[in-house]
């Protein structure tokens, strides 16, 4: 009990490292990567959403949006312990429990004080080799995680959002009290905060508004360069999304996505499919 204790103390010393971190970013205006969105709360308020200040990638030309890229032999060998790819859909096929395994690796990437233990996030590096994954560092330890709250390519509606599920309340409140700070993505507008932020406490997965939102602010923001720019301040450790471009944009943009198969190997080991958040659409 003590020790659980004494934990929970530190991830809430962990947090307001974060915000007296941030909070000189605050004095900015467009070109501030995170404001307060509501007053209450810590020195940040409970709820933020970062701006992209970096330029997009104009090399990049899309051969046609997908909602995942169809895996290879070896992609499905590493993706055996989390999840699979089921070649008719071209879509994640339901794993034993993805949810947990998300969980478990996300609090296995600390150390015993509580810091990232590998030095390393789960993203990409820029332009990275399509034949081994190759990875970002971590400027700062403070361990994260993103979840992806976009429905395949369709883009969240918060009125949508289902009732947590037990397991994956419970499991969001462990990282929580182990310090891990946990960000919800999505590409809707900042002017949705509110909405956003609204459906996550009514549906159990953020009840007292502890969490971070990143929603797109203008029009050069991409979800990948906000994952970019909150590496900057804290290490995503795990990612749960549906789909490969919730992991990295580039799958979205490949014209032989074959060549990237290796890239699958983050499957079960920081990248995770996992089942949609949202209620199904009614018949």
Request: hydrophobic share 45%; charged share 20%; aromatic share 4%.
């Amino acid at each position: 009990m003590r020790g659980q204790e004494t934990r929970t103390a530190a991830g809430k010393r962990r947090h307001r490292w974060i915000a007296l971190a941030l909070l000189p970013m605050l004095s900015g205006c467009l070109g501030a990567a995170i404001i307060p969105i509501l007053a209450s709360g810590p020195l940040l308020g409970p709820h933020h959403v970062r701006a992209a200040t970096s330029v997009p990638k104009p090399s990049l030309k899309p051969s046609a949006p997908t909602p995942a890229q169809a895996p290879t032999a070896a992609a499905t060998a590493a993706a055996t312990a989390s999840a699979t790819t089921s070649a008719a859909t071209n879509q994640p096929a339901a794993a034993s429990d993805p949810w947990r395994q998300f969980f478990v690796f996300a609090l296995a990437s600390e150390d015993a004080s509580g810091n990232v233990s590998s030095g390393q996030s789960v993203l990409l590096r820029d332009n990275p080799p399509l034949d081994t994954p190759s990875l970002r560092d971590c400027p700062k330890p403070v361990p994260a995680v993103v979840i992806d709250l976009d429905d395949g390519i369709s883009t969240f509606d918060p009125q949508h959002l289902g009732r947590a599920p037990t397991e994956v309340a419970e499991g969001l409140e462990k990282l929580r009290e182990a310090g891990i700070v946990v960000l919800w993505i999505s590409q809707l507008p900042v002017t949705r905060v509110a909405d956003v932020a609204q459906a996550l406490r009514t549906s159990g997965l953020d009840p007292v508004g502890a969490d971070q939102l990143l929603l797109i602010r203008s029009a050069v923001d991409r979800k990948e360069l906000l994952r970019d720019d909150a590496n900057d301040e804290v290490c995503i450790v795990a990612i749960a999304g549906d789909r490969r471009a919730d992991f990295d944009e580039l799958f979205d943009y490949l014209r032989r996505p074959a060549e990237a198969a290796p890239l699958d190997a983050m499957l079960g080991k920081g990248w995770f499919f996992v089942p949609s958040l949202s209620d199904p659409p009614k018949a």
